[in-house]
């Protein structure tokens, strides 16, 4: 019976392998802290709403642009992080 050789499995992967792997688990790793970072910044935008309206509720419609200027630029910052991260896969 001939079983196959381990060096065998291990002569097709090659460099170029394990840069891809590489790029794709850097890829992941940047894009997921960044959405969390967003997700961090979201919650503390809207708690912070709900306590600025519980305090003075004449303030709401004030506080409501403020409260979804905070939400865009929050939520920007996370899709610049996950376009920089297809931008160092690709190009790197």
């Known amino acids: 019976m001939d079983l196959p050789s381990i060096t065998a499995a291990t002569e097709a992967i090659t460099g170029e392998d ?3 792997a590489g790029k794709a688990i850097a890829l992941g790793v940047g894009a997921g802290l960044g959405s969390i970072g967003a997700g961090i910044g979201i919650g503390f935008i809207f708690g912070k709403e709900i306590e600025s309206v519980a305090r003075q509720p004449e303030m709401k419609s004030e506080l409501e642009s403020i409260r979804w200027l905070g939400f ?14 297809l931008i160092a896969f ?3």
């Open 72 to 85: 865009a630029l929050t939520e920007a910052v996370a899709f610049y992080t996950f376009i920089f991260g």
């Open 18 to 20: 394990v840069k891809g």
């Open 90 to 92: 690709f190009l790197s």
